[in-house]
């Protein structure tokens, strides 16, 4: 059965980094792109990114850029999320979700609905 | 980007009432050379990763009971849910994948009345 399995909560500093891994299982890695989500605490679904699994090639939404960093191992099909200069405001539990991979249009590829996600990563941002 | 509105905010029904949630979206995510709508519907429960519900607008995903249906198309869109359950208390989401942004709606949190 597909799985997407990831890293225990983190407790980081101001300023500090963080790496998440979601490993997935039950499935050709390849054949899915991998989206990251961010929920800060009571609030709703807020979309990151994703990266092509395929190509490697990663895709930020407005707001995360700079500071993220999308990235695979593909020998164990898992994909990270890495936050640099962490800010009290990135404190939040960060999902990845699996997506069918749809046409590409020369460097552009799309992607559909989220069809299966990881159980969450908290990460914790405080002094 | 997409905006994507639902209304209401939250929603209280009787166990057995039917619950129906609705999702605007700011253009149409209807694709027209395949005559899709690029719409999905997720269900979280406290302390669990969101579960899709529904695909492509009105396609149940697997192991949903048929209870959940969605409908709608172009900007419009509705999910509902025919006779609630105890077990169906959560935020439901909707979210677009027509366009680069894949948002979601802002949640709607249906309670027992």
């Known amino acids: 059965q597909v799985q997407l399995v990831q890293s225990g909560s983190e407790l980081k500093k101001p300023g500090a980094s963080v790496k998440v891994s979601c490993k997935a299982s039950?499935?050709?890695?390849?054949?899915?792109?991998m989206n990251w989500v961010r929920q800060a605490p009571g609030q709703g679904l807020e979309w990151m990114g994703w990266?092509?699994?395929?190509?490697?090639?990663?895709t930020y939404a407005q707001g995360f850029t700079g500071r993220f960093v999308f990235s695979l191992d593909t020998s164990v099909s898992t994909a990270y999320l890495q936050i640099s200069s962490l800010k009290a405001e990135d404190t939040a539990v960060y999902y990845c979700?699996?997506?069918?991979?749809?046409?590409?249009?020369?460097?552009?590829?799309?992607?559909?609905?989220?069809?299966?996600w990881g159980q969450g990563t908290l990460v914790t941002v405080s002094s | 980007d997409i905006v994507m509105t639902q209304s209401p905010d939250s929603l209280a029904v009787s166990l057995g009432e039917r619950a129906t949630i609705n999702c605007k979206s700011s253009?149409?995510?209807?694709?027209?050379?395949?005559?899709?709508?690029?719409l999905a519907w997720y269900q979280q429960k406290p302390g669990q990763p969101p579960k899709l519900l529904i695909y492509?607008?009105?396609t149940r995903g697997s192991g949903v009971p048929d209870r959940f249906s969605g409908s709608g198309s172009g900007t419009d869109f509705t999910l509902t849910i025919s006779s609630l359950q105890a077990e169906d208390v959560a935020v439901y989401y909707c979210?677009?994948?027509?366009?680069?942004?894949?948002?979601f709606g802002q949640g709607t949190k249906l309670e027992i009345k």
């Open positions: 979700a699996r997506a069918p991979l749809g046409y590409c249009s020369g460097d552009e590829c799309y992607q559909y609905y989220f069809d299966y």
């Open positions: 039950g499935y050709t890695f390849s054949s899915y792109a």
């Open positions: 990266i092509n699994t395929i190509t490697g090639n990663p």
């Open positions: 253009q149409s995510v209807l694709y027209s050379s395949n005559n899709k709508n690029y």
């Open positions: 492509w607008a009105s």
């Open positions: 979210q677009q994948y027509y366009g680069a942004g894949y948002t």
